[in-house]
Nanobody
Framework: QVQLVESGGGLVQAGGSLRLSCAASGLRFINYAMGWFRQAPGKEREFVAALNWSGGMTYYADSVKGRFTISRDNAKNTVYLQMNSLKPEDTAVYYC?????????????????WGQGTQVTVSS
């Protein structure tokens, strides 16, 4: 059974930083590209960042480029999202997701497995 478990969310002031983690189990981690998405109340789930199996290729939403960094540790079956210079508009539930295939995508439909999410709240 595949499980993706996010952690590291919380309440932070604008300008602050958080690091999210997503621990994967039940799958061969190196076979999967990983992504982070977020969903704010009343809004659709949106793409944040993705990276390929090695971490050598990354892809970011324009809204987070230069502030967020996605990375992975294949020895620990874990993907990370380092979030700096946080803004109130970054407030959302953050989800990690996994997909097979060689290319990166921002489409939620292309991801096969999802975590349960972790809340990030940025106060002004």
């Amino acid at each position: 059974q595949v499980q993706l478990v996010e952690s590291g969310g919380g309440l932070v002031q604008a300008g602050g930083s958080l690091r999210l983690s997503c621990a994967a189990s039940g799958l061969r981690f190196i076979n999967y590209a990983m992504g982070w998405f977020r969903q704010a109340p009343g809004k659709e789930r949106e793409f944040v960042a993705a990276l390929n199996w090695s971490g050598g290729m990354t892809y970011y939403a324009d809204s987070v480029k230069g502030r967020f960094t996605i990375s992975r540790d294949n020895a620990k079956n874990t993907v990370y999202l380092q979030m700096n210079s946080l803004k109130p508009e970054d407030t959302a539930v953050y989800y990690c997701a996994a997909r097979t295939g060689p290319f990166l995508t921002s489409s939620t439909y292309e991801y096969h497995y999802w975590g349960q999410g972790t809340q990030v709240t940025v106060s002004s």
